[in-house]
């Protein structure tokens, strides 16, 4: 199970909601930087950003989910 990043963004707000997403269609969501952008400096921007990742197997569905809206 290779990891693939789906989606960065540097919104805590919005990387929930599209976890929650992904998680109710049931991907397996692994969400990178969530806490230790909470506490740098300059939050998620010093973190390179929120990553969520699912398995490579996965990651055209879960794009194609997001990209759906």
Same mark, same amino acid.
């Given at each position: 199970?290779?990891?693939?990043?789906?989606?960065?963004?540097?919104? !805590?707000?919005? *990387?929930?909601?599209?976890?929650?997403?992904?998680?109710?269609? %049931?991907?397996?969501?692994?969400?990178?930087?969530? &806490?230790?952008?909470?506490?740098?400096?300059?939050? !998620?921007?010093? *973190?390179?950003?929120?990553?969520?990742?699912?398995?490579?197997? %996965?990651?055209?569905?879960?794009?194609?989910?997001? &990209?759906?809206?």
């Amino acid at each position: 199970m290779n990891p693939v990043t789906i989606f960065r963004t540097f919104d !805590p707000a919005e *990387a929930d909601v599209v976890r929650s997403r992904l998680e109710a269609s %049931e991907f397996r969501v692994t969400m990178i930087h969530d &806490q230790a952008a909470l506490g740098l400096e300059g939050g !998620p921007l010093a *973190a390179g950003g929120i990553l969520l990742q699912v398995p490579e197997e %996965e990651a055209d569905e879960a794009r194609a989910l997001i &990209q759906a809206g």
